[in-house]
């Protein structure tokens, strides 16, 4: 999958309609993020979480696509499947744990799937969420006009 060297921007702002729900604004698409009912929210859209999931799930598929196309494999469909969840890790706590499952169509051989698998784990996305991250957060001043960026 393709690397973009330049920074992306996502905007995410509360746009008042219920008590979590979230107006997200990355380049010329608009989502709604929101927490389910059980969690307070109003279930207008997914959830964080699901909005992580959704970007592994996509990045691998499309590396995968990217990759079979590249060696002319013979893959007709390429289905992900991701779930998430906190789990004990005993003497350490509590540890996200995501599963990924990759359904691959077409007349593949047994070592082009383990291939296919190795690629998946190269995924940029995937490199990302086992990499030590660096997160820079500030406060600035409101602005009207930062009011209409979602």
């Given at each position: 999958?393709?690397?973009?060297?330049?920074?992306?921007?996502?905007?995410?702002?509360?746009?008042?309609?219920?008590?979590?729900?979230?107006?997200?604004?990355?380049?010329?698409?608009?989502?709604?993020?929101?927490?389910?009912?059980?969690?307070?929210?109003?279930?207008?859209?997914?959830?964080?979480?699901?909005?992580?999931?959704?970007?592994?799930?996509?990045?691998?598929?499309?590396?995968?696509?990217?990759?079979?196309?590249?060696?002319?494999?013979?893959?007709?469909?390429?289905?992900?499947?991701?779930?998430?969840?906190?789990?004990?890790?005993?003497?350490?706590?509590?540890?996200?744990?995501?599963?990924?499952?990759?359904?691959?169509?077409?007349?593949?051989?047994?070592?082009?799937?383990?291939?296919?698998?190795?690629?998946?784990?190269?995924c940029p996305m995937h490199r990302?969420?086992?990499?030590?991250?660096?997160?820079?957060?500030?406060?600035?001043?409101?602005?009207?006009?930062?009011?209409?960026?979602?």
């Amino acid at each position: 999958m393709a690397q973009n060297d330049q920074q992306s921007l996502v905007v995410v702002m509360e746009n008042g309609r219920s008590r979590y729900q979230q107006s997200v604004r990355a380049g010329r698409h608009t989502l709604v993020a929101d927490e389910p009912v059980a969690a307070g929210g109003g279930d207008a859209g997914p959830a964080p979480f699901d909005y992580l999931l959704a970007a592994l799930g996509a990045c691998t598929s499309i590396t995968l696509r990217m990759y079979a196309e590249i060696k002319k494999l013979p893959l007709t469909g390429i289905n992900v499947e991701l779930t998430h969840e906190k789990i004990e890790i005993e003497g350490e706590g509590k540890a996200d744990r995501i599963e990924r499952i990759i359904t691959l169509t077409g007349d593949l051989t047994e070592a082009q799937r383990s291939r296919m698998l190795e690629i998946a784990n190269k995924c940029p996305m995937h490199r990302t969420l086992r990499a030590d991250i660096q997160i820079d957060s500030a406060l600035t001043e409101y602005t009207d006009a930062s009011a209409e960026i979602c």
